[in-house]
T-cell receptor, first 117, second 116 residues
Framework: GAVVSQHPSRVICKSGTSVKIECRSL??????MFWYRQFPKKSLMLMAT?????????EQGVEKDKFLINHASLTLSTLTVTSAHPEDSSFYIC?????????????FGEGSRLTVL | AQSVTQPDIHITVSEGASLELRCNYS??????LFWYVQSPGQGLQLLLK??????LVQGIKGFEAEFKRSQSSFNLRKPSVHWSDAAEYFC??????????????FGAGTRLAVHP
């Protein structure tokens, strides 16, 4: 299957700093990538849909100025948590549409655990 | 609105016993349905998917699921559970998005514990 890689897998930062998480599709081109957030022992919450070369579409209740998403190429999308605070600590997972995008199947990255002190 | 319900938050079974994880969905059209598994601190791995055709689908690791349109269900089954199956299981429905692509809507998940 297609491979999606996230980096870093774990990051710890001080409150007020910004953190960037990368999501790469390694062996396919992903015109659409999705960013999810997962709280402990909870399900995945879709944060935004990222389309290559255009602005991301954010889900209701997600602050677009807090969570900056850039999808500059067909293989890379980045999520930047700006001015991070402890409540932003979470597990962030990206996913990308496979070649059969119409069926909705997604390939997921390994996730990035953010801890804000 | 599209939604997915997994009624069981936590299930415990003995190793070697059979397993059924329940999933009900709400979607206006023919759904694309998925089951994913997540080990602690890891990403999601696709177990199986239903798009069309045979309503009984086979997946990896000995899992299968049956799509029942009349019950709006897509329950996951395994005849004999192994200790390594302990994980979080998510059911998801692929919903057509207004932008032309699909996005997945996940259920709350079911945490499976396996007793030796």
């Amino acid at each position: 299957g297609a491979v999606v890689s996230q980096h870093p897998s774990r990051v710890i930062c001080k409150s007020g700093t910004s953190v960037k998480i990368e999501c790469r599709s390694l062996d396919f081109q992903a015109t659409t990538m999705f960013w999810y957030r997962q709280f402990p022992k909870k399900s995945l919450m879709l944060m935004a849909t990222s389309n290559e070369g255009s602005k991301a579409t954010y889900e209701q209740g997600v602050e677009k100025d807090k969570f900056l998403i850039n999808h500059a190429s067909l293989t890379l999308s980045t999520l930047t948590v700006t001015s991070a605070h402890p409540e932003d600590s979470s597990f962030y997972i990206c996913s990308a549409s496979g070649t059969d995008a119409n069926t909705g199947e997604l390939f997921f990255g390994e996730g990035s655990r953010l801890t804000v002190l | 609105a599209q939604s997915v319900t997994q009624p069981d938050i936590h299930i415990t079974v003995s190793e070697g016993a059979s397993l059924e994880l329940r999933c009900n969905y709400s979607y206006g059209a023919t759904p694309y349905l998925f089951w994913y598994v997540q080990s602690p601190g890891q990403g999601l791995q696709l177990l199986l998917k239903y798009f069309s055709g045979d309503t009984l689908v086979q997946g990896i690791k000995g899992f299968e699921a049956e799509f029942k349109r009349s019950q709006s269900s897509f329950n996951l089954r395994k005849p004999s559970v192994h200790w390594s199956d302990a994980a979080e299981y998510f059911c998801a429905v692929g919903a057509r998005f207004s932008g032309g692509y699909n996005k997945l809507i996940f259920g709350a998940g079911t945490r499976l514990a396996v007793h030796p």
